[in-house]
């Protein structure tokens, strides 16, 4: 099956700094890639996706990178605030009728 | 938030005990998964459905069963829990197998 990595684990950067997660996966067949956030003690919820047929994709302060070749995804998160502060998941799928693969997580704190 | 429902919220039970878990929703979407999440491993996938009466195991099913009988209801059951289950639960559902939004969680002691 799929294996996901995430890194870093944990992230410290000061308020109005960028912050850069990675992810790398294993199945070249994977075609999704969601990014969610989960705050203590709540659900996780969707932040951001991209497919496979796109190399990047933004919102706002946030953006996410694709490298098929590497096979490795990226979240990018500008002008940082106290209220990113979170735990943030990347997942890999090959999409509908697939399962959803993790990564391990990793926990953003944003010193003000 | 979508409309996504867990029951029970908490829940202590003793090994050896059967317990089962309902995730419902209103959203009318297809898929639905069960999850569990644990310190150092992100969220695992338990077993997911893609219709009523269709589901297929995801990375950690063992010692677990699921059932689907309607569209709105997903059910996770533990036929005899162990304190290696002791986790928080999430439910999520999908309109199309992607974007997946979760639900509030259940936290599972098995004492």
């Known amino acids: 099956g799929e294996n996901v990595e995430q890194h870093p684990s944990t992230l410290s950067v000061q308020e109005g700094d960028s912050a850069v997660i990675k992810c790398t996966y294993s199945?070249?067949?994977?075609?999704?890639f969601p990014w969610y956030k989960q705050e203590l003690g709540k659900r996780p919820q969707l932040i951001i996706d991209?497919?496979?047929?796109?190399g990047e994709k933004k919102d706002q302060r946030i953006a996410v990178t694709l490298n098929k070749t590497a096979k490795h995804f990226s979240l990018h998160i500008t002008e940082t605030q106290p209220e990113d502060s979170a735990v943030y998941f990347c997942?890999?799928?090959?999409?509908?009728?697939?399962?959803?693969?993790f990564g391990s997580g990793t926990k953003l704190n944003v010193k003000p | 938030d979508a409309g996504i429902t867990q029951s029970p919220r908490h829940k202590v039970t003793e090994t050896g005990t059967p317990v089962t878990l309902r995730c419902h929703q209103t959203?009318?979407?297809?898929?639905m998964y069960w999850y569990r999440q644990d310190p150092g491993h992100g969220l695992r996938l338990i077993h997911y459905?893609?219709?009523?009466?269709?589901?297929d195991k995801g990375e950690v099913s063992d010692g677990y069963s699921v059932s689907r009988s309607k569209t709105e209801d997903f059910l996770l059951t533990l036929e005899s829990a162990t304190s290696s289950q002791t986790s928080v639960y999430f439910c999520?559902?999908?309109?199309?197998?992607?974007?997946?939004?979760f639900g509030p969680g259940t936290r599972l002691t098995v004492t």
């Open positions: 959203e009318n979407h297809r898929y």
């Open positions: 459905s893609y219709g009523v009466k269709d589901t």
């Open positions: 999520a559902i999908s309109e199309s197998g992607q974007e997946q939004y």
């Open positions: 997942a890999a799928s090959r999409g509908n009728f697939n399962k959803f693969y």
């Open positions: 199945d070249s067949a994977s075609n999704y």
């Open positions: 991209i497919r496979s047929n796109v």
